[in-house]
């Protein structure tokens, strides 16, 4: 089914419906469009940083400490 159809056919429904559940479908419309929003801010955020090579001084740094240095293991 096409975006277009689904809309439609959405339309259609909510023309039935009285006022108060139109607009309830309008809120969750609203909810499930700032939830992708952030979905894909998210994923660009992901996508920068991923791509990003600002902490790849990280992968040359030594290891400062060893598990020589520990004075205590917790195994717990």
């Known amino acids: 089914m ?5 809309i439609k056919r959405t339309i259609d429904v909510i023309n039935q419906l009285p006022e108060e559940k139109a ?4 809120l969750f419309a609203e909810f499930i ?3 992708y929003e952030e979905h894909q801010v998210t994923q ?3 996508h920068l ?3 990003s090579q600002g902490f790849e ?3 040359e740094e030594e290891d400062l ?3 020589a240095d520990l004075k205590e ?3 717990g």
């Open 23 to 26: 607009e309830e479908i309008s």
């Open 2 to 6: 096409t975006k277009q159809a689904i």
């Open 49 to 51: 940083v991923t791509d």
């Open 65 to 67: 400490y060893s598990l």
């Open 73 to 75: 293991v917790y195994n």
């Open 44 to 46: 660009g955020i992901h």
């Open 57 to 59: 001084f990280l992968k």
């Open 33 to 35: 469009k700032k939830q």
